[in-house]
């Protein structure tokens, strides 16, 4: 019985009939094909980035590469063996903020963004659903570093580094607003902790808790790095 190449088989169909495979797709599943194209072309650098570091081929076959060892301090060593014990654990509950009207009014200014759900009291008592200003959600997500006391000078959250960087958020969402007046407060829950060249890469979870009530302002997955 003669085997056939199935995967080799579909390749060169839809590379000899890709217009047409397109036209025949339903137009709810058109764009969605599109989309899939449009990402793969977007993340076609890193893609190849990953597959030049991890894998090479072999007669066909791809294997992976064994990566160098990434060398680290005893500072960060001491650090990530610590951290690693309390992957999936809250590490942190920070103090209570009340959001004022004044803040949010503060943060319209530095933004530009003057919205009257922010800063028209009047206006959002009438108008609004929730019956008062709100403050933006971006206001919110700047108060991070405040609400996680990681910029607290007198008591650094990693000691023994020389600096910590913010690198970036993975997932940010605002599940209910922060009503002027509110008072908020930060959980983090450690999540992942990498090593990197001279240091770690750190991700935590963060809920922003609002007194009285239960859904979340923010949840965002903070991740930073630290630097021995």
């Excluded at 088989?9 to 590379?15: H, L, P, T, W």
């Excluded at 977007?42 to 190849?48: D, I, M």
């Excluded at 014990?85 to 933004?111: C, M, N, P, S």
């Amino acid at each position: 019985m003669k085997k056939i190449n199935i995967n080799k088989y579909k390749a060169d169909f839809i590379q000899k009939f890709t217009f047409d495979f397109k036209k025949w797709m339903s137009p709810a599943i058109r764009d969605y094909y599109s989309l899939f194209i449009k990402k793969a072309h977007n993340n076609r650098a890193q893609l190849l980035g990953w597959i030049k570091e991890y894998s090479v081929l072999e007669n066909g076959k791809s294997i992976k590469v064994a990566q160098k060892p990434i060398q680290v301090s005893s500072e960060a060593r001491e650090t990530f063996l610590t951290l690693q014990a309390q992957i999936g654990q809250e590490v942190h509950v920070g103090d209570w903020l009340k959001i004022t009207q004044d803040r949010v009014d503060q943060f319209a200014y530095v933004t530009e963004d003057h919205q009257w759900l922010h800063n028209d009291v009047e206006r959002a008592e009438k108008e609004s659903p929730f019956k008062t200003t709100i403050a933006h959600g971006f206001l919110t997500l700047s108060l991070l570093p405040r609400l996680t006391d990681s910029v607290d000078a007198d008591e650094p959250a990693y000691p023994s580094a020389k600096m910590t960087v913010n690198y970036g958020l993975n997932q940010v969402r605002f599940p209910y607003p922060v009503k002027t007046g509110s008072v908020i407060r930060a959980h983090s829950r450690l999540i992942k902790v990498s090593p990197i060249k001279r240091g770690l890469e750190i991700e935590k979870e963060i809920s922003i808790e609002i007194k009285g009530t239960r859904r979340p302002g923010c949840v965002a997955v903070s991740v930073v790095r630290v630097y021995f």
